[in-house]
């Protein structure tokens, strides 16, 4: 039987979990804030219409669009749909896989009696009867090419893409830089050698190809010749690293705030350890700046370990390194890798500690009764605001079993 890859794609996702709950909002111009209420995160198709961006702040947002509703990112509720889209879904292939909160591929045939397109109707159909989401749904030979495909159909559209001369004809319109993987950086090397299009990438040669791109582009070229390069992944692969981290909310030039980011982003890095149960032998600190260029540091760890104190001690080495005195930063992640899966052996270098060992366990038993951050470090108090805030309790980053942010 015929298989095609589906791409499912929700359309306005955030903010149309919002109208979801909230159906008074449908018709009306809605807009999600991140970042302590601030910054437009996402925003509908009426509120686009209205010019405002993603990133913009809300002052700029009101301005634009005076009769937008403005309500606040809530994770939770944005997890639960996109389960029950993967769910729902997923009742039309037996392979599905959670690439982002609102992306999902599978593999997938058209159902007896209806054609390919016919059959992308149907699960758009069905995902908004059972959840109320739009969905964008694309069938096509290969990943990158389902994905171009249902991004040019958006919103709410239903395609199927079968043969190459269909391919040739919407390849020609669009510019490489529609490819997710392809910056403007790639844009720029290819455009001397008169690639402009999808589909001038596509009649490339392969080693010129792989000589301007590396094998991430020549990888993209063979997907957009037919070949399925990334299998369809229905469980989340072992991470090679883990990462916590973000906006510090805001400017932050003084040492101490800054090292009480550091201190919260060890504390969310060992929820995910812990819930992997791997240990880092290498802790990397990356702080970006508003007025200098970002820095990164560097750590070691003499044992993996997934301890408080052993990584907050690396994690100040690597901020040490990466703090620019007298700057403003703005973004701060921690990045472990080197990851090493149990069972563990008591080294000489490890540095037992039962008491120590006793308080970990402690706190993780206390915050997975009574919730989230209920103990936390003391250097984190000077972000009651942002610990109180119910918004900030789920990231996206906290949805699990996804490939991809
Ligand atoms: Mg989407």
């Known amino acids: 039987m015929k298989t095609l890859v589906g791409f499912g794609d929700a359309d306005s996702f955030y903010a149309s979990a919002e109208v979801v709950r909230r159906p008074w909002l449908r018709g009306l111009a809605v807009g999600v804030l991140g970042n302590q209420g601030a910054c437009v995160i996402a925003r509908n198709y009426p ?7 993603v990133g913009e702040p809300i002052w700029e947002a009101k301005k634009k669009c005076p009769t937008g509703v403005y309500v606040k990112r809530d994770f939770r509720w944005y997890e639960t749909l996109s389960r029950k889209m993967l769910a729902e879904a997923g009742l039309f292939s037996q392979k599905i896989e959670y690439y982002s909160i609102d992306e999902f591929f599978w593999e997938g045939s058209a159902t ?15 995902v908004k009867l059972s959840t109320g989401l739009p969905m964008t749904v694309a069938f096509a030979r290969t990943r990158t090419l389902a994905k171009l495909f249902a991004d040019t159909a958006k919103p709410y559209g239903a395609v199927a893409v079968e043969d190459a001369d269909h391919e040739t004809e919407i390849l020609a319109k669009l510019p490489v830089t529609e490819i997710a993987g ?28 792989r000589r301007l791109l590396t094998v991430t582009g020549h990888d993209i ?67 970006s700046y508003f007025d200098a260029d970002s820095a990164t540091g560097v750590a070691n760890l003499c044992v993996p370990s997934a301890r408080f104190d052993v990584l907050l001690d690396a994690a100040k080495r690597g901020l040490r390194r990466a703090w620019r005195p007298g700057r403003v930063a703005t973004h701060m992640h921690l990045i472990a ?8 052996q008591q080294s000489l270098f490890d540095p037992a500690d039962p008491k120590r ?42 949805v699990r079993g996804k490939f991809c942010f």
């Open 221 to 287: 070229w063979r997907e957009l010749n037919g070949y399925r390069v990334t299998p369809i992944r229905t469980t989340r692969t072992p991470h090679k690293m883990l990462s916590r981290g973000g906006s510090l909310a805001g400017r932050v030039k003084d040492a101490y705030t800054l090292y009480g980011w550091l201190v919260r982003n060890v504390e969310r890095l060992i929820e995910e350890l812990q819930f992997h149960e791997v240990r880092p032998s290498t802790l990397t600190v990356a702080v």
């Open 47 to 53: 509120m686009k219409r209205h010019g405002v961006k």
């Open 337 to 344: 890798s080197g990851l090493k899966r149990g069972p563990w």
């Open 112 to 126: 007896r009696g209806r054609t390919f397109r016919q059959t992308a109707e149907d699960i758009r159909e069905h």
């Open 182 to 209: 392809i910056a403007r950086g790639s844009a720029a090397k290819l455009e001397p050698h008169g690639i402009k299009t999808c589909l001038d990438l596509r009649q490339a040669s392969g080693l010129l190809v």
């Open 357 to 398: 060992d006793a308080v970990a366990r402690a706190k993780r038993t206390i915050n997975d009764l009574l919730g989230r951050w209920k103990l936390r470090s003391g250097a984190t108090l000077f972000a009651n605001d942002w610990y109180d805030d119910p918004a900030n309790e789920h990231e996206v980053c906290d």
